[in-house]
């Protein structure tokens, strides 16, 4: 088998990151938090209250 069609079998890595966030930190500049947060569909006030911190703490560290 080539390498080629290996890949094409390869069962998805749950160990990458999606296109879709490393566009976010390029395209708009944010951090790997903020572009997983969005990607997502998250506010931060959602991600705050699940990591039990305040929204301005959470935007702080994004």
């Known amino acids: ?3 080629a069609e290996t890949a094409k079998r390869s069962p ?3 160990d990458l990151v999606p296109n879709e966030v ?3 930190m390029v395209k708009e500049s944010l951090t790997p938090a903020g572009a997983w947060r ?3 569909g998250l ?3 959602e ?3 699940r990591i039990g911190i305040t929204q ?3 935007a702080q560290q994004e």
Request: charged share 25%.
């Open 12 to 14: 998805p890595r749950d």
């Open 43 to 45: 506010s931060q006030q």
């Open 38 to 40: 969005r990607h997502l």
């Open 22 to 24: 490393v566009g976010l």
């Open 47 to 49: 991600v705050a209250e």
């Open 1 to 3: 088998m080539k390498p």
């Open 56 to 58: 301005p703490a959470y």
